[in-house]
DNA sequence: GTGAAAGCGCTAACAC
DNA sequence: GTGTTAGCGCTTTCAC
């Protein structure tokens, strides 16, 4: 046999699927002329660029980005965080933001940090460790040591569902205290009395109450009574916390639910106890989930944008990532009551 | 100045965060002994072991799992893929597998293909070209082409929510069908005569509904009538669906809905025309998710093991990812009717 | 127990 | 337009 020129010494590594390498082997030309003529066809002759597609297509090639992440150190991952996925009022936003990250050629990670932050240390390794092109943090508070470690990761942070004084980086919220003072507002508009408020035992929801509480309080009205139930929120809960409630202050006519769920489980509560909504108590919810509406009586409730959140927050991480200036970091999206039959 | 040693010629690239070389540079020893120190301790000496805890402590190292993914050939990345998010039928499955996967040190990527599958394209590249570790295909049809490619891409798979004859590879599931038949075969056994259906129009439910009508026909009852609705189906979509249902056979005396949110505006609709469940309307939901036992009447509804199928599916990829054989590369969860008030 | 060398598959930088 | 070279940050292989 004739001498082999050093041969490539076959190696005992590798996936063993189709590389550039490959591609750019058949179409006869060199690897970064075929990476051009994937990514930026412009740069490339037409002969070229036909030669190319037709190795794609008899190979079916599918470029590796993890490996290109790290070449390029863009690894066009966005790593989303929630409490749980099973609160569903974040389902909204995780979708938009999901829909709009791909429309952009992003992946979402999803991160479950779990209400009592407890979790947050291995998940922030978990996901600083990927590299991501930004980090949205929706309905969770931080640690003083994860807002460290997330700056110095240097990685773009939209923070979204809040507006905290001090944000990390971006941010896309509203103020949970004006919208307890609000319905607080509203309902003794409506001529209630007797407040009474059922909440998850999340900080943003306690904030939502609190200031529901020394609105009512401001206003003349008696004192408010505040009944917790654990998180998630679900219709259970929402029951016992109006027999809850009722046992505290028998005469209430109007209650605040930090979900609508638990709003549902208040009114369900209300209908088996022979209470009319909103005759007997009225009942406001949070999150204008779908079935509000539809609900029969429907139900008052407080409307957050969350496809716009998602959106908003996919914009500013892309924004980000692209290099360009983010025009306006913080965010306040507002939010909006929603007068319907239950208040 | 003493001449240099051909330097390094300081790189233009990289992220200028810390790496494995540093934290090895300071701990006094080769990269890959920190490595080790790392990832498998007990190959080191306690020395080594203590400088290079010292070190990452030090320089808040966080190893990039890129390139590590990349050297390794495993990502430690999970695709999951639902129709959408939020369909809410799906939410305990992503939930558990998230936390699932997260202990073994897994991160789950989300994509959504949305019902009707034609984002699917854009959608199997994005994941394939992750090289994750694995791909859980919850509730969606897939075409003949992205099972091709999905074979082709040698990643392990594991479908879920159904039980298809030809799967592409692993699976964790349930008979649709059986669900019909067994839900037909309840509500004769209560006596119900005058069967009706609502339904969303994604494949499984329809498949559901064909053996429920079909079950109905064996039993010799009345032709059974289907009212089909958009998917996600919601509650909104339940009232619709019951007026169109009984605009067409007004003595219906029970309804099996494809999803509890569908048979919770099936009862909405009902109460509001002073229909009695389960008096005049026996109603059945699927799903079981958790409102459906606070409802009032309690929802009969079916019941499936959505985080048990979640946990089982992230067993089967970590398995196959560390390289022990799957034992039971099929599974059928089952299902079970769960009697209530409303039926 | 520790290390040197050689990539994993891709792209940034700089030629030509 | 196209190619060469040199990495991105890590782990595998093989040697000591």
Redesign the pocket.
């Known amino acids: 046999m004739a001498p082999e020129p050093p041969s ?17 082997r058949l179409a ?12 930026t066809p ?8 036909q030669k190319v597609a037709d190795a794609v297509a008899r190979t079916g ?14 690894s066009r991952l966005v790593a989303a965080v929630v409490p749980t996925i099973s609160g569903m009022v974040f389902l909204e936003t995780v979708q938009s933001l999901t829909e709009a990250l791909a429309a952009h050629g992003y992946q979402l990670m999803l991160g479950q940090a779990g209400y009592s932050g407890n979790r947050e240390d291995a998940l922030l390794e978990a996901i600083i ?1 990927r ?1 991501p092109d930004g980090i949205v943090l929706t309905g969770i508070m931080h640690s003083a040591e994860g807002r460290r470690r997330l700056q110095a990761a240097g990685i773009p942070v939209v923070e979204t569902w809040d507006l905290t004084p001090t944000p990390i980086d971006m941010l896309v919220g509203f103020s949970h205290s004006e919208v307890g003072r609000a319905v607080a507002l509203y309902l003794h508009a409506k001529g209630r009395q007797r407040l009474g408020v059922v909440t998850g035992d999340d900080e943003r929801a306690r904030r939502r109450s609190a200031a529901f509480q020394a609105a009512a309080h401001t206003l003349g009205l008696p004192e408010v009574p505040i009944v917790q139930v654990a998180t998630p929120t679900t219709l259970q809960r929402g029951r016992d916390g109006l027999a809850q409630l009722l046992a505290q202050q028998p005469r209430v006519d109007a209650v605040f639910c930090s979900s609508d769920l638990l709003a549902l489980g208040v009114m369900t509560e209300a209908r088996t106890r022979g209470l009319g909504v909103p005759d007997d108590l009225a009942v406001v919810g949070f999150g204008d989930l779908e079935f509000a509406a539809a609900l029969a009586p429907s139900l008052t409730t407080v409307h957050i944008k969350g496809a716009a959140i998602g959106r908003q927050a996919a914009q500013c991480i892309v924004d980000r990532a692209e290099g360009r200036t983010v025009a306006t970091p913080v965010v306040d999206i507002g939010f909006s009551i929603v007068p319907r039959q239950s208040a």
Not at 10 to 17: D, F, I, Y
Not at 61 to 74: E, F, K
């Open positions: 490539p010494k076959r190696s005992r590594r590798g996936s063993g699927a189709v590389t550039l390498h490959d591609v750019a006869g030309v060199a690897p970064i002329t075929a990476s051009r003529a994937l990514k412009q740069q490339v002759s037409e002969a070229v660029r090639y599918v470029p590796n980005l993890l490996a290109g992440g790290l070449a390029s150190t863009r460790g590299r």
